[in-house]
């Protein structure tokens, strides 16, 4: 009797179990279900947004990132600053040109009085606008479109100063079409210019964006006297006090300097000061001078930026698109009638130097002072069809019809027609501060 009883309790005991086990599995199926459902509604499986920035100097891809600019206090309205660019989650060089023509351009070269003619391509007859609706969309996160009243808000009481040659003035003058779209017009703006500093101000906001003039960054014998043979240019590679006594009192200074440097495989490079004469220069190969160029000017930053202070940008070489065999046309005549971007992945084409590009991250890399690059020279690298071409001028006058026939001497495919792509390397810009 006592044995059946105790039969009896073990089986009652085993299907105890199994009917725990049953339940227990039951329920972990019901929760993998939910997991399942939750992530397929979820955003996970579309772009990711760009994180804000929320870390001081960071390093990324051998790139040191600078700090974040603080908000300040104002009476502006709340912008939602939630999508900055992180270059932590989001690779900036990967991704591809997207045209949306709902993407209109904030500005036009007439709405703008702020261009030069040179870049004025719709103004100077250029027939087809497609150029200006091609969005960057990278592959792992979304890029917010440009914010003129964030823009100026974060410039509140400081002076943005762009330093460099005719791209980076090129830069500069898109950044300040984008943030006049929004001033009104009479007294809450003025512009000022020179021949080696232009300054435009925002008085509503008490900020200044500069344009400063210095093509090789360090001192030349061609800056404001252009010589128009780069075999005669010499430059005083160790010398930069000329130009950067203008720098010194900005609060966001944006660097750029390359295609003057690609005038051929030499330099002619002197030591010490012109006022001994342009005689004892020697000739350099050009990345070397490049080098030693470079290396001057990252002495200036770390012995004079004060980085509480002050924050550094480079902007990295702007592509020239010159052979059209670099994008397979066999039958094309440099960036001349090209009306969208190359899809191919990660086109590098002859117009962009990557030893040049190697001498920027290495001297930036060994800085003190942190120097946040501006990486635009792969999304630029596909975009042939936003050249300037024939849509330009030469010694200060618009291209003749004649010359406009004869693309193969005349077109201009160094410099970006605006709005363009300078303004996706402002988007980019913005970003970081």
Not at 71 to 91: Q, S
Not at 146 to 165: I, Q, S, T
Not at 246 to 265: E, N, P
Request: charge should be positive; proline fraction near 4%.
């Amino acid at each position: 009797m006592m044995m059946m009883m105790m039969k009896g309790s073990r089986g009652k005991l085993s299907i105890s179990i199994i009917t725990f086990v049953i339940c227990a599995l039951a329920f972990i199926a019901l929760l993998y279900a939910e997991t399942i459902s939750s992530l397929s509604s979820s955003s996970i499986f579309l772009f990711k947004s760009c994180a804000r920035k929320t870390s001081a100097a960071k390093s990324t891809n051998g790139y040191r990132v600078g700090r974040s600019a603080e908000d300040e206090g104002d009476d502006v309205e709340e912008i939602d600053d939630k999508l900055e660019f992180d270059p932590d989650i989001c690779d900036i060089t990967e991704g591809k040109w997207v045209f949306n023509r709902s993407n209109k351009p904030l500005y036009t070269d007439r709405t703008c009085p702020y261009l030069d003619r040179q870049v004025s391509c719709v103004k100077n007859g250029r027939p087809d606008s497609d150029y200006r609706y091609w969005q960057w969309q990278p592959d792992e996160c979304t890029l917010p479109r440009f914010n003129p009243k964030l823009a100026l808000r974060k410039l509140r009481g400081k002076r943005l100063m762009f330093v460099g040659d005719s791209l980076q003035r090129g830069q500069w003058q898109s950044f300040v079409c984008l943030v006049d779209s929004i001033i009104p017009d009479g007294d809450h703006k003025s512009m000022k210019r020179g021949r080696a500093h232009s300054v435009f101000k925002a008085k509503d906001y008490n900020a200044t964006i500069e344009f400063y003039w210095a093509p090789f960054l360090i001192e030349s014998n061609s800056d404001l006297n252009i010589i128009a043979d780069p075999k005669q240019r010499i430059l005083r590679v160790d010398s930069i006090v000329k130009h950067s006594k203008h720098w010194v009192d900005a609060d966001i200074l944006v660097f750029g300097t390359y295609v003057w440097w690609m005038s051929g495989l030499r330099l002619k490079s002197l030591w010490g000061s012109f006022a001994n004469g342009e005689e004892g220069y020697e000739e350099l190969q050009t990345p070397v001078a490049y080098r030693i160029g470079l290396k001057t000017w990252a002495n200036w930053v770390d012995s004079t930026v004060n980085p509480n202070r002050t924050r550094v940008f480079f902007t990295t070489m702007s592509p020239t698109h010159t052979r059209s065999e670099d994008w397979k046309r066999k039958n094309g005549t440099k960036c001349f009638n090209e009306t969208k971007p190359i899809m191919k992945k990660g086109h590098w084409g002859s117009g962009s130097d990557k030893k040049m590009m190697n001498v920027v991250v290495e001297i930036q890399q060994k800085m003190k002072v942190p120097v946040t690059v501006i990486n635009v020279t792969q999304i630029s690298e596909y975009r042939i069809d936003g050249h300037a071409s024939v849509y330009t001028e030469a010694g200060g006058k618009l291209l003749t019809e004649e010359q406009k026939a004869d693309p193969l001497h005349h077109a201009d495919c160094i410099h970006w027609c605006l709005p363009g792509v300078p303004d996706t390397w402002n988007q980019i810009f913005l970003t970081y501060l």
